[in-house]
């Protein structure tokens, strides 16, 4: 076999290779547009709701009724410690929460009541949370060298 011949059978079983890749192809493209409308609708989802903005509490009462609020209820209670108006909270038992443990200390966002402050049992400031529980990089950045006595 010599000029690049084709053994017997062979062209069919190469035809049929490339109907199936194209076939993978055009999958790939359908997965690759539906990702792309996920995203669409997601950003779509989070400007109806407020342009992406987390929707504030009034109180840690009200924020203690949404999802993330009750697992945070569920494993700490409140001190006597207040900050800017607003009662602070201890972890009292290990807890499967991301970034929490026990002894570390909380408290709701007097100014905006959008995120949770998240101390170290020793007072220094440890992350920032939006309402969800998720970490808020750019509000803990502004929060660097901040303690609770």
């Known amino acids: 076999m010599s000029g690049g011949a084709l053994a017997p ?43 992406g903005r987390v929707q504030p509490v009034g109180n840690m009462s009200e924020f203690f ?19 800017d108006g607003q009662s602070v ?23 905006h009541k959008d995120h949770i402050e998240v101390f170290d049992k020793r007072g220094n400031i440890k992350d920032v949370l939006n309402l969800d529980g998720t970490s808020n990089p750019q509000k803990f950045k502004n929060a660097m060298g901040r303690t609770i006595k």
Do not use: R, W
């Open 9 to 51: 059978g062979a062209g069919a079983i190469a035809g049929a290779g490339a109907t199936v890749g194209a076939g993978a192809l055009a999958h790939g493209g359908l997965v690759f547009s539906n990702t792309i409308q996920n995203g669409m609708d997601n950003i779509q989802q989070m400007q109806s709701s407020g342009g």
């Open 65 to 83: 009724k949404s999802k993330f609020g009750k697992k945070l209820k569920d494993c700490s209670n409140k001190t006597s410690k207040m900050v």
């Open 89 to 111: 909270y201890t972890v009292t038992e290990k807890t499967n929460i991301p970034g929490l443990k026990k002894g570390d200390q909380f408290y709701l966002d007097g100014l």
